[in-house]
């Protein structure tokens, strides 16, 4: 098993544009390369001080590999997983 640190950005608007996720086989690993990320990055690093980005941490199967065709077969397996968990509702407002 592993982990994926997800950190929405959230934007003055209140709106989320962006999305970074930290994978690694711990959370403390995954907590590290954000924090690396937040120091080297002139937007989300200064968002991230601010408290202006949410983090979620979720346990994975696998971290992703690095071959094009297998990455992109993870990631709709990924993806699927979410679809399929019966405990994750997701509660939309109209717009």
């Known amino acids: 098993m592993a982990i994926a640190v997800f950190s929405f950005k959230i934007d003055p608007d209140g709106k989320v544009r962006v999305l970074h996720v930290f994978f690694a086989e711990t959370k403390a690993a995954a907590d590290a390369e954000l924090k690396q990320h937040a120091a080297a990055c002139p937007k989300f690093g200064p968002a991230w001080h601010k408290n202006e980005t949410v983090e979620f941490a979720r346990t994975i ?27 994750d509702v997701l509660e939309v407002e109209p717009e």
Do not use: R, S
């Open 61 to 87: 199967e696998e971290i992703p590999p690095t071959d094009e065709d297998e990455l992109e077969e993870w990631l709709d397996t990924f993806l699927c997983e979410f679809e399929d968990a019966e405990d």
